[in-house]
């Protein structure tokens, strides 16, 4: 059974705090996402990467960055938290380079940053 | 530019009803792939079904049915006689061939499904 899995399913953080969201997959799938979902707005992508050290920007990566050390393993960073990044974080994985795989999700973290 | 308009922000209706989302898209490749996902209560969306642009056939699995026309740019999904258990939020998305594997979602219908 395939699996993505979020550190955390529930977060709450200070402004200003350094926080860290990591997700890990089991499925030795080459591509890994984090995505925002915000009420209204759907899926946003935040940042992507298709190997190890290597990373893309999506559509939202301000005020985030990201690393992948591991295969495995992709974290989201929030350097500096702000109210404005309350939200649900979704992580997914996806196998190669072909376009019509689909992507696995996590069970996604709801941030809240008081 | 790729967009997905999904209308419908909530639907509610009651067991056994029937129901279409609906799911409008704008791309600009001929070749593309279209995709709907689920989000139930407990938050992990689960891929229900994926149609390439170059195959228009209507889809049925058990109680889901799936319609796409590209003449109409659309990619509807019917629930037939839908349970409590459908209850959900349904996204549609749409990923062109250019560009890495980027999907670009739509802002979702939640689905009410009551006794």
């Known amino acids: 059974d395939v699996k993505v899995t979020q550190s955390s399913r529930y977060l709450v953080k200070r402004t200003g705090e350094k926080v860290f969201l990591e997700c890990v997959q089991d499925?030795?799938?080459?591509?890994m996402f984090w995505y925002r979902q915000d009420p209204g707005l759907g899926l946003r992508l935040i940042y992507f990467s298709y190997d190890v050290k290597m990373k893309e920007k999506g559509d939202i990566p301000e005020g985030y960055s990201v690393s992948r050390e591991k295969k495995e393993r992709f974290s989201l960073i929030l350097e500096s938290a702000s109210t404005n990044q309350t939200s649900m974080y979704l992580c997914?994985?996806?196998?190669?380079?072909?376009?019509?795989?689909?992507?696995?999700f996590g069970p996604g973290t709801r941030l809240t940053v008081l | 530019a790729q967009k997905v308009t999904q209308a419908q922000t909530e639907i509610s209706v009651v067991e056994k009803e029937d129901v279409t989302l609906d799911c409008v898209y704008e791309t600009r490749d001929t070749t593309y792939y279209l995709f709907w996902y689920k989000q139930p209560p407990s938050g992990e969306l689960v891929f229900l079904i994926r149609?390439?642009?170059?195959?228009?056939q209507n889809e049925i699995s058990g109680r889901y049915s799936w319609n796409f026309q590209k003449s109409t740019s659309s990619f509807n999904f019917t629930i037939t006689a839908s349970q409590v258990v459908d209850s959900a939020v349904y996204f549609c998305a749409l990923k062109e061939n250019t560009g890495f594997q980027k999907l670009v979602f739509g802002t979702g219908t939640r689905l009410l499904v009551s006794p």
């Open positions: 997914a994985s996806t196998q190669g380079s072909d376009t019509y795989n689909e992507q696995f």
């Open positions: 149609r390439n642009s170059f195959d228009e």
């Open positions: 499925m030795d799938h080459e591509n």
